[in-house]
């Protein structure tokens, strides 16, 4: 086994429940294992990312976007020879708390609960509480009872407020430390996917053509190289040469970009990572520029097309009313979720269910409620 850095996560410092080490894998490994067991996993399969599920076979899900954030995540692990492991842990329970409809769904719950005086819906905290107590699969305990350091990556952000209930995960909002390396890295993996994975299905959707795309720097030069080795390449598969030419690319500067900051800024243990002023996982300053510019792109091109818009606004009307119908009468809730009401609260459990549901099981519970013909 090659021995890792100091500054790599090797071994965990704990799980709320105690148990023994797993006798063939690491902890990290084990934790991994149980996320992807987990139905909250499953139910990413019928998730969307951008598009809804049934629109077409082949677009992006959140379960196909948390798999390829976690080859990512592996990949430059590996070449950084950090704890390859935990980094895949992370990736695949980042989006365990996403609701249907993608972001949109989430924004439309966050109003919600907002209006009620809830406190909001944020999905990586939402995350956070499926792994630490809506998950049941387990005689001894509530949830997965991840490692900390699993945990610890699958909050990327919370509130000051919301961190000092959360006991040692919440510590570093509350201190302003920084993360592990393996958690930095979780966080940026799921930020290059999607830019480029999204790239991949609005030019397979025709919502974005390679013209529109000349606009944005990064993509215009790599255009030019691809065409200028392969003058004849058309339609699909330059498209398709394309993305994986920005991902090289971005992934590369990634490397090399921390790789530079570990020295700049003497890394040499965990201790160091977490008192440092910036997060060492991180991009150099002209492609953090053209990521910011990309970002601006697909927001006016792509994430404000009438088409996604549509989405948008069916979303938010299925969420809202959806909402709206459970907290006005909890014994519309599944029996499972009525008897968890006196503990938690009607409007936490509202929540919990919606932001569990599927497109599709949103699409049939929001029928059932407010369409006749499927009485």
Do not use: W
């Not at 951008?50 to 390829?68: C, Q």
């Not at 030019?203 to 974005?208: P, S, T, V, Y």
């Amino acid at each position: 086994m090659i021995n890792k850095p100091n500054y790599a996560v090797t071994v965990s410092i704990g799980r709320q429940v105690f148990e023994e080490l797993p006798k063939y894998r690491t902890d990290f490994q084990r934790d991994r294992d149980r996320i992807i067991h987990s139905s909250a996993f499953r139910r990413l399969e019928y998730k969307t990312q951008v598009f809804i599920n049934h629109e077409g076979d082949l677009f992006r899900t959140r379960l196909t976007h948390s798999l390829e954030v976690a080859q990512i995540g592996r990949s430059v692990a590996n070449a950084l020879n950090l704890n390859v492991d935990l980094v895949e842990a992370i990736c695949l329970a980042h989006d365990l708390g996403h609701t249907p409809f993608g972001h949109v769904g989430q924004d439309a719950l966050n109003s919600c609960m907002l209006n009620v005086g809830a406190g909001g819906f944020e999905h990586n905290l939402q995350s956070l509480r499926i792994v630490d107590t809506l998950e049941e699969r387990y005689a001894l305990f509530d949830g997965l009872n991840l490692t900390f350091e699993t945990r610890e990556g699958i909050l990327k952000h919370c509130s000051k407020k919301n961190a000092k209930t959360l006991g040692l995960v919440g510590e570093r909002f509350l201190n302003n430390t920084k993360p592990s390396l393996e958690a930095q890295l979780a966080n940026i993996s799921d930020e290059l996917a999607y830019n480029y994975h999204d790239i991949d299905d609005g030019l397979r959707a025709g919502l974005l053509t390679i013209e529109q795309l000349c606009e944005v720097e990064i993509i215009n030069n790599e255009l030019k190289y691809i065409l200028a080795k392969y003058p004849h390449l058309k339609s699909r598969r330059l498209h398709k040469e394309l993305v994986r030419h920005l991902i090289n690319k971005t992934i590369y500067d990634l490397i090399e970009n921390t790789q530079n900051n570990i020295h700049k800024y003497g890394i040499e243990s965990i201790a160091d990572v977490r008192q440092s002023p910036v997060n060492i996982v991180s991009y150099s300053d002209d492609m953090y520029k053209e990521q910011r510019t990309l970002k601006k792109f697909l927001m006016k091109n792509m994430y404000k097309h009438h088409t996604v818009m549509q989405l948008r606004f069916k979303a938010t009307n299925i969420i809202t009313q959806l909402f709206n119908a459970y907290v006005t009468d909890e014994f519309l809730l599944p029996k499972q979720f009525q008897c968890r009401v006196a503990h938690d609260g009607l409007y936490q459990v509202v929540c919990d269910y919606i932001s569990g549901m599927t497109d599709r099981y949103a699409f049939r519970q929001y029928n059932r409620l407010f369409v006749a013909e499927s009485v």
